[in-house]
């Protein structure tokens, strides 16, 4: 659990939240965490979680795009090939997520900053009008 000033955060919530991923999503990886460094294809995961395949297929697509996932293509002997899929190692994925909220804090700074010099120039322009009417 995080607890950031007004609000907790389940460590699964910052996943989720920080790799954007839906509940389906957050379920093909945690099937792939069970299962560490074996390779899996989409419909023994369809199966598995009794999800329909293409929406598996969608989630393990974002979770490859997201570089959670390595892919291996395998040929077939009559022509053809299919992608089996694993998991990157945790260490990897941490690194991945606080890239994500570092990114997050310097956009929070960012807009901090401005906010800071936007009451700044409205406290002075304050200050102006205010000497301006005693004279």
């Known amino acids: 659990m995080i607890d950031f000033a007004c609000k907790e955060f389940e460590i699964e919530a910052v996943?989720?939240?920080?790799?954007?991923?839906?509940?389906?999503?957050?379920?093909?990886?945690?099937?792939?965490?069970?299962?560490?460094?074996?390779w899996l294809n989409t419909e023994h995961i369809a199966?598995?979680?009794?999800?329909?395949?293409?929406?598996?297929?969608r989630s393990v697509?974002?979770?490859?795009?997201?570089?959670?996932?390595?892919?291996s293509q395998n040929n077939m002997d009559g022509g053809g090939y299919f992608f089996v899929y694993k998991i990157r190692s945790k260490k990897e994925i941490r690194e991945l997520i606080m890239d994500i909220v570092n990114s997050w804090v310097k956009r929070v700074d960012s807009e901090l900053q401005a906010w800071a010099e936007e009451t700044k120039t409205t406290d002075e322009h304050h200050k102006t009008v205010d000497t301006s009417n005693q004279r």
């Open 15 to 38: 996943i989720k939240c920080g790799l954007n991923l839906t509940k389906a999503d957050l379920q093909v990886l945690k099937h792939f965490l069970q299962f560490g460094q074996n």
């Open 47 to 57: 199966e598995d979680l009794d999800l329909n395949l293409s929406t598996v297929q």
């Open 61 to 71: 697509k974002k979770l490859y795009e997201r570089n959670i996932l390595i892919r």
